[in-house]
């Protein structure tokens, strides 16, 4: 991995939205994460998270009713998009940040390549493949139409697929789904981006060609070096490619390190909860432990912090503290970042408060014993009025709604 020093792309307090009849939909809401040269950045969670939101805002793809609200996206310095306060007190979108003509024409396809799930999407059906490739080559890349091919040609061998002249022929439908998704690749490699994003690219494929996906794409990037940004909701992939990971929940990043933190010191029970529902060569399917109910809808998340009412750990300050992510360790001179008070530079609210289940069990207790008092009850109460860590507007707004 190369040295940290700028990184290839910034994302600073992202947070994109979705006005729709039901409500505000609070797709990702104030996400930050970087991109170095070279490595291969996973943004995992589960389904509803935010990932393919937060993927496609990246290249401000998002449409109606969905807008970027407020962040920071630079790319090798440039400000892919960026707000400022103006002279009314309203949020702007700052002057230096490039206009829709130029991130199609300069970013998209040439600095930063996407490859979707459903390869059939990005595929036209009535074309060849090689042509779809060579036509794709010729508009990026100022080649003649014989030199396209021939690198059409030469890509499709690159992505390992046999035999590429003659493939080259043939239809869309006539490529497996795992052929299919090499054929994408090659596509998002021909114009030599500096970093592909990769939103779920071998989620429709079995397992076996998943993993020849997963090489492909290992021995691609040490080759060119590309930065890949991998969305996916499978740790197991994330174990397999990724350098650095961010744990979504939510429209939240919760927790963020190097892939082996994350695995071996993880500091965040939602990741935890990931892990131990993932199935693992060294487990029965018996063991696996899913995790316990269902992401809430981001148009109304609960109080406090968002994970709590799933969270094993969670206490009464879990309730009312919404946590930012914070770093919490430090790993080979690399942050590792939680969102999550049961560590010390949280202070020591969660240390003081009540754990939620046994709160639970006391008020059970205490109610069949004809509830001679409010049990913890009372003590909890007795801590209103926070102070810390208040900076969500959630807190606020959603108050108490999720309490049973
Ligand atoms: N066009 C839209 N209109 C309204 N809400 C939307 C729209 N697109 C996405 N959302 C909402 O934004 C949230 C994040 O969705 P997103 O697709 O980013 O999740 P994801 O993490 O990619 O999930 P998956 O693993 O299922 O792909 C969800 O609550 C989703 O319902
Ligand atoms: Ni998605």
Redesign the pocket.
């Given at each position: 991995m190369s040295s940290r020093s700028d990184p290839l792309l910034r994302v600073e307090n992202l947070k994109t939205q979705?006005f729709?009849d039901a409500g505000t939909?609070r797709?990702v809401d104030g996400i930050s994460f970087e991109v170095y040269e070279g490595e291969i950045v996973g943004l995992v969670?589960e389904?509803?998270?935010?990932?393919?939101?937060?993927s496609m805002s990246l290249l401000r793809l998002v449409d109606s009713?969905?807008q970027i609200v407020d962040g920071e996206i630079t790319y090798k310095g440039e400000t892919i998009f960026g707000l400022e306060e103006g002279p009314d007190g309203d949020l702007h979108e700052r002057e230096d940040m490039l206009t829709n003509e130029e991130v199609r024409t300069r970013i998209r396809g040439n600095e930063i390549a996407v490859i979707f799930q459903d390869p059939m999407e990005s595929l036209n059906p009535v074309f060849t493949v090689g042509s779809q490739l060579r036509e794709f080559i010729e508009l990026n890349r100022d080649l003649s139409s014989d030199e396209a091919r021939r690198e059409a040609v030469d890509m499709l061998r690159e992505v390992g697929i046999p035999d590429p002249a003659e493939r080259y022929e043939e239809y869309p439908h006539q490529f497996s789904g795992g052929m299919r998704q090499r054929v994408l690749i090659a596509m998002a490699l021909a114009c030599e981006p500096n970093l592909i994003i990769a939103d779920?690219p071998t989620t429709a494929l079995d397992v076996t060609v998943e993993g020849q996906i997963i090489d492909l794409v290992d021995d691609l990037q040490a080759k060119y070096g590309t930065s890949f940004i991998w969305v996916t909701?499978d740790m197991g992939v994330v174990a397999e490619i990724c350098d650095r990971v961010n744990v979504m929940y939510l429209g939240e990043i919760v927790e963020q390190a190097p892939v082996d933190e994350l695995f071996y010191d993880t500091k965040h029970p939602y990741t935890e909860a990931l892990l131990n529902s993932m199935p693992r060569p060294d487990r029965t399917v018996a063991e696996l432990d899913p995790i316990r109910g269902v992401m809430p809808?981001?148009i109304n998340p609960p109080a406090g912090c968002r994970f709590h009412p799933r969270c094993p750990d969670a206490r009464e300050a879990c309730k009312r503290i919404h946590p930012e992510n914070r770093e919490v360790a430090r790993a080979d001179g690399q942050p590792h970042r939680a969102a999550c008070i049961k560590h010390d530079v949280f202070g020591d609210e969660y240390e003081e408060s009540v754990p939620l289940e046994e709160r639970a069990q006391e008020t059970a207790a205490s109610a069949t014993d004809g509830g001679e008092s409010e049990g913890s009850g009372v003590e909890s109460r007795s801590q209103s009025g926070s102070e810390s860590g208040n900076t969500s507007k959630a807190g606020s707004q959603h108050g108490g709604d999720d309490r049973e």
């Open positions: 979705f729709t939909v797709a969670g389904s509803g998270a935010g990932k393919s939101v937060a009713p969905g779920e909701h809808e981001a």
